[in-house]
């Protein structure tokens, strides 16, 4: 799978939308972009994915760049639960069933 | 509806002894997966079952550690002799199709001392 590049940290005021970037040069076609989240002390929570068209859902929004090489989730109106680490992933399924990579993520914190 | 269940929540056990965890997934999810995280640290995959194919075992960091799925269903982890490095939360995940958002139970946690 490829690998993703995603900032450390990043904090976000309540209420405001939460931009998190993620870069994934090296893509390949039949990748997928997944994000996940994971609230401390919880197993990881789906988010969204998307494979080049914009994704949105009751959660999040997904905007993938024309070239695939990078992404933004947005979370719209953000709220203190959504404090936890965020995860950008690129899977393919097939040969790499199940095999979720996941990196380090981004710990956003939400502060009022 | 249920979500997937692990159990127990925490274990904690001697060096050397060897421990099962349990991972009840979504009724009809036909994909389980394992996956550990240690302290500060992302999640590591372990093993993935599908259906009723060869589980995908590349994950596993040692051969003390085993999984099986029984019946498509219940899926037990297996870490046999623990060492203290087995420390960690082993989460289990399931899913319908591999393309399919993975569903993660609370997880375990393990504390070998």
Not at chain 1, 57 to 76: F, Q, V, W
Not at chain 1, 101 to 109: D, K, N, S, V
Request: aromatic share 10%; charged share 15%.
């Amino acid at each position: 799978d490829a690998k993703t590049t995603q900032p450390t940290s990043m904090d976000c005021a309540e209420g405001r939308a939460a931009n998190l970037p993620c870069n994934h040069s090296t893509i390949s076609g039949n990748e997928y972009v997944y994000w996940y989240r994971q609230i401390h002390s919880q197993g990881p929570q789906y988010i969204i994915h998307g494979l080049k068209n914009n994704e949105t859902n009751e959660m999040a929004s997904l905007i993938i760049t024309e070239d695939r090489k990078s992404s933004t989730l947005i979370l719209p109106h953000a709220t203190l639960r959504d404090t936890a680490v965020y995860y950008c992933i690129v899977y393919a399924g097939g040969t790499s069933y199940g095999k979720l990579t996941f990196g380090q993520g981004t710990i956003l914190t939400v502060h009022p | 509806g249920a979500g997937v269940s692990q159990s127990p929540s925490n274990k904690v056990t001697e060096k050397g002894k060897d421990v099962e965890l349990r991972c009840d997934p979504i009724s009809g999810h036909t994909a389980l997966y394992w996956y550990r995280q240690s302290l500060g640290q992302g999640l590591e995959f372990l093993i993935y079952f599908q259906g009723n194919s060869a589980p995908d075992k590349s994950g596993l960091p040692s051969d003390r550690f085993s999984a099986e799925r029984t019946g498509g269903s219940v899926s037990t982890l297996t870490i046999q002799r623990t060492q203290q490095e087995d420390s960690a939360v082993y989460l289990c995940a399931s899913s319908y199709g591999t393309l399919n958002e993975q569903f993660f139970g609370p997880g375990t946690r393990l504390t070998v001392l």
